[in-house]
């Protein structure tokens, strides 16, 4: 069974700041996910990586898929406070059955005005 | 419809009372999912459908968990004497099909008092 970890677990920042977030599988992902969670919503896609060594950039985000594919950081240059939330990292699963996402445990982040 | 739909947003159930969740997909999304969200954690995954057959549904925790898709668009989540453990987020996503991306309603809150 895959395990995804997340750390941190929490981060509390100032406005401005900058920030990187890590997940990490104990195997090699088949498509990796990030998603970002605000509070009383569902999960929102940010991004697909399944190429290792993969770099993509999303207006203020920049994530990347380490070579050996097990692992992936979420940089934010200079956060605002409209980047609160739960940050998810995800796989997606195929089995026998089908396919199901696996998700981390996700960083709660904080972004103070 | 332009996103998926959850129904109720919120539900507070006496323990030992039934509830029935509904979720409405994309339309002409073959794929539905279900998951479970506790407080602070990463959503788990319940079950999956592809149009009506529920291809996997080992995620679900007892036998008082049962989801159904009859005619392969809307489905509803059941749950038979809810029990305090059950009290979660309840997410549902639909996808185009396997390997495509996944898109989540806003989610049920289920309390359970």
């Known amino acids: 069974t895959q395990l995804l970890e997340q750390s941190p677990q929490f981060l509390s920042i100032q406005e401005g700041e900058n920030l990187t977030v890590y997940c990490n599988s104990s195997?090699?992902?088949?498509?990796l996910q990030w998603y970002r969670q605000e509070p009383g919503e569902g999960p929102v896609l940010l991004v697909t990586?399944?190429?290792?060594?993969e770099v993509k950039k999303l207006k203020r985000l920049t994530f990347q898929f380490g070579d050996a594919r097990k692992d992936s950081s979420l940089h934010i240059t200079a956060a605002q406070p409209g980047d609160t939330g739960l940050y998810l990292c995800?796989?997606?699963?195929?089995?026998?059955?089908?396919?199901?996402?696996?998700f981390g445990p996700g960083t709660r982040l904080s972004v103070l005005p | 419809g332009a996103g998926v739909s959850q129904s109720p947003r919120y539900k507070v159930a006496k323990r030992g009372q039934d509830v029935a969740l509904r979720c409405d997909p994309i339309?002409?999304?073959?794929?539905l999912f279900w998951y479970q969200q506790a407080l602070g954690q990463g959503p788990e995954f319940l079950t999956y459908?592809?149009?009506?057959?529920?291809?996997?549904k080992s995620g679900l925790p007892s036998d008082r968990f049962f989801a159904e898709r009859p005619e392969g668009s809307v489905s509803t989540l059941k749950i038979q004497r809810t029990q305090q453990e059950d009290s979660a987020v309840y997410l549902c996503?639909?996808?185009?099909?396997?390997?495509?991306?996944?898109?989540f309603g806003q989610g049920t809150r289920l309390t359970v008092v």
């Open positions: 459908f592809q149009n009506e057959a529920q291809l996997d």
């Open positions: 195997s090699v992902f088949s498509s």
């Open positions: 995800a796989d997606l699963n195929r089995d026998n059955y089908g396919q199901n996402f696996v």
């Open positions: 990586v399944v190429t290792g060594g």
């Open positions: 339309s002409g999304h073959v794929s």
């Open positions: 996503a639909s996808s185009l099909g396997q390997g495509r991306s996944a898109f």
